[in-house]
């Protein structure tokens, strides 16, 4: 038995351990070092299931359709269908105690089990294709099925947090679509012969760049129980940061406190920059050698064709040392305390049955928004808004006030809800802050 397995299944087994360990180390030390050893192992044992799930579900979608093009083989049968798998999963893992974890729980534990997916993907579905290929497709399938979980969980949290159907299904839905995508387009290009050099960095980064602005978003964010004891849903406490920051640039503009030390990115740590370093010189390197002694590299490994090396020898160490370096430069604190120049704000007029006040937004995301109120309203008020934007106005939008509360100062605060989203407002409003901070950004130059 032990003589049938070949030594190049061997190989690619133990690069796959290698490769899980190597990027379970990466995100395990870059940002989420205190963990329990049992969830990390029950996550793990998850990704079997979730493994089992997407052979299932395949095995079935091939009896239904079993000469699908290659779109379909791609995007449906292997990207759809597995991330769909794993979603499965990383639900199962949470849904139970999803009040005592945060974003940040799930973006790990989602690591892990999306690792462990593509370790067992990889060792399952081995095809004696060429060692080097296979080579390849491990050491770049894994972090992609891996990064997917950690972004997949990331959104499942926010879906389980989230109350309003909008933006739980909202947040959810782009967050699969975006791993589906970047997902479907790999195996696409390893079907279809697509230039790796090409294909590689594109969807390594891309999901890296998005994981690590989703990470330190996350930082920022409050566990579920927090929620509950704030009497306040996730929509609800993002809507409201967001409204104190606007304050924040306020009163800090009127004591002259400047926020510019407060910077979208931090220079990398001592350990990251030589990790840099270190897979940076072997990419130079080996295309150096390749140049000054290509016979050497046909002699030594006559099986390697030359797109496969620069895949393997130049293209990769590259992403790795872009990863060490801009693993953590992402300031968490930019997201929340951080404002640009001029903020926009949208002049409101609120109508109840006994009052009529005028007020002001300084942000809107969907159908929900918080304003500064002169009295305390019961809750679930049903209100009229008036809606301005410059000399644009919206008349006569129904919606509630969901709550109504008084801070420490003195002053009260509602969050309302709107009955239906005013599309033609949010198209205005995002079109006149997209044209504002465009302008703050040359006035700032101008200044400086």
Request: include cysteine; charge should be neutral; glycine fraction near 6%.
């Amino acid at each position: 038995m032990i003589s049938q397995i070949s030594v190049s299944s061997l190989v690619i087994f133990l690069i796959n351990f290698l490769t899980l360990g190597f990027y379970y180390s990466f995100y395990r030390f870059h940002f989420y070092r205190f963990t329990e050893s049992f969830l990390q192992y029950t996550a793990f044992a998850f990704s079997f299931f979730s493994a089992g799930v997407a052979i299932g579900l395949q095995a079935g979608l091939l009896q239904f359709n079993p000469n699908g093009g290659p779109i379909w083989n791609a995007f449906f049968l292997s990207s759809f269908v597995e991330e769909f798998a794993k979603l499965l999963g990383i639900y199962l893992f949470f849904r139970k105690n999803q009040d005592e974890f945060t974003v940040t729980d799930g973006i790990f534990y989602g690591l892990v089990l999306g690792g462990g997916f593509g370790f067992v993907e990889n060792i399952l579905y081995f095809i004696n294709t060429g060692l080097w290929s296979q080579v390849l497709r491990s050491i770049t399938a894994l972090p992609i099925h891996m990064m997917n979980g950690g972004i997949i969980g990331a959104y499942l949290m926010m879906f389980l947090f989230h109350k309003n159907p909008i933006f739980k299904w909202g947040k959810l839905t782009f967050g699969f679509s975006v791993c589906v995508a970047i997902h479907g387009f790999y195996n696409l290009s390893l079907s279809q012969e697509i230039n790796l050099l090409f294909a590689l960095p594109i969807c390594i980064l891309s999901l890296f760049f998005l994981l690590e602005l989703t990470i330190a978003k996350s930082r920022i964010l409050v566990p579920g129980h927090i929620l509950k004891l704030m009497n306040m849903t996730m929509e609800q406490y993002e809507i409201l940061s967001r409204h104190n920051r606007h304050e924040g640039w306020i009163q800090n503009i009127q004591k002259h406190i400047s926020t510019d030390g407060i910077r979208l990115l931090q220079y990398p740590n001592l350990r990251h920059t030589i990790l840099t370093v270190f897979f940076l010189v072997p990419g130079v390197f080996s295309v150096y050698f390749l140049y000054d002694y290509p016979h050497l590299i046909s002699q030594k490994f006559p099986d390697l064709a030359i797109q496969d090396y620069f895949a393997l020898f130049f293209i990769y160490p590259i992403i790795l040392s872009l990863m060490f370096f801009f693993a953590g430069v992402l300031n968490p604190y930019f997201f929340r305390d951080r404002m640009l120049a001029v903020p926009l704000f949208s002049s409101v007029d609120l109508h109840t049955k006994d009052s009529e006040e005028n007020s002001a937004i300084f942000h809107i995301q969907a159908n929900m928004f918080y304003l500064p109120t002169s009295q305390v309203y019961p809750e679930n008020t049903k209100v009229k808004f008036d809606l301005w934007i410059g000399l644009d106005c919206f008349v006569g939008l129904s919606g509630t006030i969901l709550w109504c509360k008084e801070n420490e100062e003195g002053n009260c605060g509602a969050m309302c809800q709107l009955d239906q989203i005013p599309f033609r407002f949010l198209f205005k409003w995002h079109y006149v802050r997209f044209r504002q901070n465009f302008k703050n950004l040359f006035l700032r130059r101008v200044m400086v």
